[in-house]
């Protein structure tokens, strides 16, 4: 293209951007206008097949700064992907084209819009991509305010350290953020600095001209991520707009529009561009997992039977590398605690299945997500208490239609010496917010060992809970289990309370029955190993025979399991029991896990002193 239609594109991207935010009377007018000439250039170097959107030669774009997204979609109606009259359904409810883009809108991989994630799902994407041996490069646009967050550097030294070469950084240099001017400004030394301390490629250009930026695109790094620096102006193209404050997400009244069209003069409104396609094709792999869950449980390599003291987390990295073994898609990533989490069996003997993002647990998280969309299958594994720093990748992950495992070991008091901060005590809260997520507690390694194939064949976030003490095995290796599901482990016709627990609990509350028979009190205990879906069909039943539910848990009181049993009696018609909930309800010391489970109130102890309580 030519310095001329370049210049005519640019124009076509601003008029749109203005139209379509002002009919919607909402949307990042300035943030978008910044970065026009970016796009417009790199819409002439983008390699993508529309008509085979799922091929994996494709390039890639995300739109890290997803509030820029009137850009986003009007430069897809550019490349010919989408209609133009598209564009004035902008922000409406039917409307794929929402505030921030997420893949309801069938060209975005990523939900984005909550900053500080896109380069990660990037580096994900492009290790994938490297994996496939891809020709297609990613391209992440990137905001100046965003590199504030701390989860940019994690992606920025994990794509560094992975040798993505197939992966570009455009930051969009602006200087404003939304409510006040970024830390640096226009300082892009200080920028280039950072990311050429991290190993990067860097190129630094004026971002609204054209012969800098097209020259940028030619001079990427073969060995070596490369970040564009592209110094612009917020709001670029309106006067009274550009490098103004209080403008941010701001759509123009009808005069402040009236005003900006005539700046513009005469737009060419449905200039297009030529998009190439790549000259290879390799569609995305099939992404179900498809494990043989007999095969997978019976593959230990010993002989674990009812009543063998195991390890949950050591049956679990046996298991999971016996899987790996028959499914190459499926990759390990880890936030180096592989030896706590046994994830380091699969690391030693199948290290290409394994990938290791250090203290990163946002970036790992976002790796994770980034190559599950090249069709690979990622678990991620790591303590519980450090997933709560992941929680808004995490809850980004869902809203992308990720299909994730992830394990959280080491939860609950029952860790003992290590303190409270190592405590994972709000994981299931956090997972059971998360849509349409899976939830496992086993009570034991050969349950552990059942169910781990059985939640990789499920879709979505999946999360797997362990905790760290090695306890007896409850079940033989024919037992069946399913998600969903539960075990009663205990009952009788004489049956006046039932006991529902999960994880290490469990073991607890059969410990309580034994103190309560040789009472001749009656009572059930139920393993609710699925804490969602909870097993609701097996609770109703239970509350046809009893009155009375103790549940409990070795997590906070608040959003897990006991909330789990008391919403499966929401809106029912079945008889709806007395339950008391015991678990955790202050913030816990060190000690040894039989002394902290007795203080905090999860022990047999306390489970027998309450079902004593309830009977009197």
Known sequence: ????????????????????????????????????????????????????????????LIFSKGHASPLYYVLYACMGAIGFDELWRYRQLDSTLEGHPTPRFKYTDFATGSLGMGLGFGSGLALGLSRLNSTGRVFVLLGDGELAEGSVWESAAFTSQHHLSNLTAIVDVNRLGQSAATAYGW???????????????????????????????????????????????????????????????????????DQALCELGVVQTDLTVKVAAPKKTMLLPDTTVAIN???????????????????????????????????????VFDGDVANSTFTALVRDKLPDQFVETYIAEQQMIDGAVGISKAGFYPVVATFAAFLTRAFDQIRMSAISNANLLIVGTHTGVSIGQDGPSQMGLEDVAMFSSIHQSTIICPADAISTAKLLPELLNQTGIKYLRLFRPEVPALYSMDEKFEVGGSKILRESAADVVAI?????????????????????????????????????????????????????????????????????????????????????????????????????????????????????
């Open 1 to 60: 293209m030519t310095i001329n239609q370049y210049e005519q594109l640019a124009k076509s991207l601003r008029y749109w951007i203005l139209q379509m935010t002002s009919t919607a009377g909402s949307g990042h007018v300035t943030s978008s206008l910044s970065a026009v000439e970016l796009m417009a250039v790199l819409a002439s170097h983008y390699q993508f097949d529309f008509d085979q959107p799922q091929n994996m030669h494709n390039d890639r």
């Open 187 to 257: 300082d892009i030394k200080t920028y280039q600095h950072r990311f050429e301390a991290f190993g990067w490629h860097v190129i630094t250009i004026d971002g609204h001209n054209i012969k800098e930026i097209d020259a940028a695109f030619g001079q990427l790094d073969s060995q070596k991520p490369t970040v564009i620096l592209a110094k612009t102006v917020k709001g670029k193209g309106v006067s009274y707009l550009e490098d103004e404050p209080n403008w941010h997400g701001v759509a123009l009244s009808e005069p402040d529009l």
């Open 293 to 331: 869950v007999v095969a997978s449980a019976n593959s230990l390599g010993r002989n674990d039977k009812e009543g063998e003291v195991l390890s949950l987390r050591q049956v679990f990295g046996q298991t999971l590398q016996q899987i790996c073994k028959q499914n190459e898609k499926i990759i």
């Open 500 to 616: 529902i627990a999960s994880g290490v609990t469990v073991h607890e509350a059969l410990k309580a029955y034994e103190m309560l028979k040789n009472e001749n009190i009656a009572v059930k205990v139920v393993d609710a190993y699925s804490i969602k879906p909870i097993d609701t069909e097996t609770l109703h039943q239970i509350s046809s025979q009893v009155k009375y539910f103790v549940t409990v848990e070795d997590h906070r009181l608040q959003g897990g399991l006991g909330d789990a049993v008391l919403n499966a009696f929401v809106g029912s018609k079945s008889i709806i029991p007395h339950i008391t909930k015991l678990g955790i309800d202050e913030i816990p010391r060190s000690g040894k896990p039989n002394q902290l489970m007795d203080k905090y109130g999860i022990s047999a102890k306390t489970i027998y002193d309450t079902v004593k309580k309830i009977r009197s």
